[in-house]
């Protein structure tokens, strides 16, 4: 075998698939921003055509980059969910948010499963500040929640929340990006309550849960390589 041949992704498939990875991203990032811009500018068809197609490009890259199907499999839950929410009513809206809870599912099997070297902890203190920080929330928006969203609420909370904690195991990528997914539906919460928004509502919750799950990603795609490198 020649030196050139053994060097990991310089040949063959898995070589071939990562050259497509980079232009695969900058359509993400291109879709991102144009839908940004769309939220900004008023823009419904914008968003419209563009909040589809992001999750599906970000899971590209994840496959591309020789990330665990878990990690793809939970893109691709969060795109279900991305679709289904945009229609605007209470059954597609539960069904969008059970998507999203099976892509939780996956983030959260994916950190238990996850035995790298140089794996780091999920502290119980930030697990504790996650708890409160969730039952302070709740018991303040259960009274402006309809009726018949409280419980899938709160058990999609603490789900959420469960994974925003362990996304620590990927380290710092990975635990900003839970924190921000689960800020970004705290303001879809907040909206649901009808509670006072920041101007231009729609564009905070998609920058933050954009910039979620990119970070997730990165963060397992960082850890995921780092192990798998040669003499690692």
Same mark, same amino acid.
């Given at each position: 075998? $020649? ?18 990875? #980079? ?6 990032? %291109? ?19 563009? /909040?589809p197609l992001?999750?599906?490009? %970000? ?21 279900g969910g991305? +679709? ?20 939780? +599912?996956?983030?959260?099997? %994916?950190?238990?499963?996850? /035995? ?19 039952? +302070?929330?709740?018991?303040? =928006? ?16 603490? %789900?959420? $929340?469960?994974?925003?904690? #362990? ?14 997914f689960l800020?970004?539906?705290?303001? =879809? ?20 849960? =954009? ?11 960082? $850890?995921? #390589?780092? /192990?798998? /490198?040669?003499?690692?």
């Amino acid at each position: 075998m $020649t030196a050139t041949a053994a060097r990991p992704g310089s040949t063959g498939a898995g070589g071939r698939a990562e050259r497509f990875a #980079r232009p695969v991203l900058l359509a993400f990032l %291109l879709v991102a921003a144009a839908d940004l811009a769309g939220l900004l500018a008023g823009a419904e068809a914008v968003h419209l055509v563009a /909040k589809p197609l992001l999750m599906p490009l %970000l899971a590209g890259y994840a496959a591309l980059r020789g990330a665990p199907r878990l990690l793809v499999a939970a893109l691709l839950f969060g795109w279900g969910g991305d +679709v289904f929410l945009l229609a605007d009513n209470d059954l597609a809206f539960l069904v969008g948010m059970g998507s999203f809870a099976v892509g939780h +599912v996956c983030y959260l099997t %994916l950190f238990g499963r996850w /035995k790298g070297r140089g794996r780091a902890p999920a502290p119980l203190v930030t697990g504790a500040g996650y708890a409160v920080v969730l039952v +302070v929330f709740l018991v303040l =928006i259960w009274p402006d929640l309809p009726a018949d969203l409280r419980i899938p609420l709160t058990g999609y909370s603490l %789900l959420l $929340t469960a994974m925003a904690w #362990r996304a620590g195991v990927f380290g710092p990528y990975a635990a900003a990006g839970g924190a921000l997914f689960l800020l970004s539906d705290a303001l =879809i919460a907040t909206g649901i309550a009808e509670w006072p928004q920041a101007p231009a509502p729609d564009f905070w919750v998609m920058l933050t849960y =954009i910039a979620a799950q990119a970070l997730l990603a990165l963060g397992v795609l960082t $850890t995921h #390589r780092t /192990k798998h /490198k040669p003499g690692a």
